[in-house]
């Protein structure tokens, strides 16, 4: 009797066992199915993962939104040790993506980035409104506020021209001074490197003139081919002490308060900015060049002109004399026969 109950007990317990191992294993093929099957995404899901979130709370998230629907992926996180290596941002869900992916976008920190673009040609006012104008960009910075600019680039003058014009990628809530330091680092690479190739005999003492010059001749034409020769009147212009007499300093010296209609009393009413009442360069750049016209500002096209007009077409007249620069003006600006 007792050998038949001791039989009989060893029968169960293998049974036991069995079942045992046979719950472990479909528990198992389950949990494998779960964490590898896709998740229930008929379109695209922003999860945005904040700082110092656990991945409990981001489950929870993700079970509150459908996602998902059981609590095998936070298991396998905790598991594998893998909740400490998971980086805040925006992260896109998208169909066809299973748990596994989600955990390797969440380690890899695969974030959404967004582009913001500052344009050739900008003022610094312009730049900050367009940053201000992306809703993933967090503004700190007031366009307005000069001194507060100054004390955010660390200068003691306005920063204008000082930021690079380029296509930006970021993630929310970048700061738009961390966007703007990373155009003023991209900037002084640029300039730096232009000046220490610069041509000889520049009337410049720095390369923030001729950051200046750049900015002079990105306003004054959009055409790359003619900015060399753009440079070479202004250059000639500063070497023989003349006037540079160029519009686009004097509407910037004006302000927001310009209207769009430059007249003879803003020509002859001086202002820092006032190239016709003031010899050499203004004091700071007036807009952001591009990189071509910061290369033309060292490279400035050799040649006698001294005068240019508007053509009408985009393109200029270069003229060497007065008299020749006159007779341009009647032809292209009045329309008159030469």
């Known amino acids: 009797m007792k050998v038949w109950l001791i039989l009989h007990w060893r029968q169960v317990s293998v049974y036991a066992v069995l079942l045992l191992i046979v719950a ?13 099957a896709p998740l229930q995404l008929a379109n695209p899901y922003v999860l945005n993962v904040e700082g110092g979130s656990n991945f409990t709370r981001i489950l929870r998230q993700l079970r509150k939104d459908s996602i998902v629907d059981n609590d095998d992926l936070l298991y396998y996180v905790r598991y594998n040790h893998l909740a400490s290596n998971i980086k805040a941002g925006e992260y896109e869900l998208v169909a066809g993506m299973t748990a596994l992916g989600l955990v390797q976008l969440l380690q890899e920190g695969r974030v959404i980035e967004y582009q913001v673009r500052i344009g050739e040609g900008w003022t610094l006012r312009e730049t900050i409104e367009a940053l201000h104008a992306h809703p993933a ?6 366009a307005n506020d000069a001194l507060a600019l100054q004390n955010a680039f660390g200068i003691d003058h306005y920063p204008e021209g000082m930021v690079f014009p380029e296509t930006y990628n970021f993630v929310r809530n970048t700061t738009d001074l961390e966007i703007l330091q990373r155009a003023r680092v ?5 300039l ?3 000046w220490g190739e ?5 009337p410049y003492q720095s390369s923030y003139e001729a950051l200046i010059m750049a900015s002079i001749i990105e306003k004054e034409t959009g055409q790359t081919t003619e900015q060399p020769q753009i440079s070479g009147v202004f250059v000639r212009r500063l070497q023989q002490h003349m006037k540079l007499q160029t519009d686009p300093t004097v509407i910037y010296g004006i302000g927001p308060a310009f209207d769009g209609n430059l007249t003879r009393v803003h020509l002859q009413t001086d202002t820092p900015y006032n190239t016709y009442t003031r010899e050499g360069l203004p004091p700071t750049p007036i807009a ?3 990189r071509n016209a910061i290369l033309a500002s060292v ?8 005068y240019f007009v508007a053509k009408g077409d985009g393109s200029h007249y270069f003229s060497a004399t007065l008299a020749e620069h006159n007779a341009a003006v009647r032809q292209y600006q009045l329309g008159k026969k030469p």
């Open 198 to 202: 610069r041509d000889e005999g520049l």
């Open 288 to 290: 952001l060049p591009s």
């Open 299 to 306: 490279h400035p096209a050799a040649g006698t002109a001294l």
């Open 137 to 142: 960009v967090k503004s700190t910075l007031d």
């Open 24 to 36: 472990i294993a479909g528990r198992y093929l389950l949990f494998t199915q779960h964490i590898k």
């Open 186 to 190: 991209l900037m002084d690479r640029m």
């Open 192 to 194: 730096q490197t232009a």
